[in-house]
């Protein structure tokens, strides 16, 4: 069975830092193409950062250059740090596993960023 498990999340001041940490299990982590979406209220799902199993990063323009996405696949675990966060980056972040055939959600873990 496999699971994403989400974690970091948290309530932060306008201009803080976090980590996020999505740890997965039950699939062969290295040839997944991981993601973390974010959902806000009344908003759609939006892709934040994507990460290819061959290291292949992208960013949704709202983040590029304050978020960094990253993998360890020894640790089957893909993060997400989030610098100088904007209180428009409030919402559910949601861990994504994809190989082409086959997509996993995660739980999410809430960030809360105040003006």
């Known amino acids: 069975q496999v699971q994403l498990n989400e974690s970091g999340g948290g309530l932060v001041q306008a201009g803080a830092s976090l980590r996020l940490s999505c740890a997965a299990s039950g699939l062969t982590f290295s040839t997944y193409s991981m993601g973390w979406f974010r959902q806000a209220p009344d908003k759609p799902r939006e892709m934040v950062a994507f990460?290819?199993?061959?290291?292949?990063?992208a960013y949704s323009d709202a983040v590029k250059g304050r978020f960094t996405i990253s993998r360890d696949n020894a640790k089957n675990t893909v993060y997400l740090q989030m610098n100088s966060l904007k209180p428009e980056d409030t919402g559910v972040y949601i861990c994504?596993?994809?190989?082409?055939?086959?997509?996993?959600w995660g739980q999410g873990t809430q960030v809360t960023v105040s003006s």
């Open positions: 994504n596993a994809l190989d082409g055939l086959e997509n996993f």
């Open positions: 990460i290819s199993s061959t290291e292949s990063t």
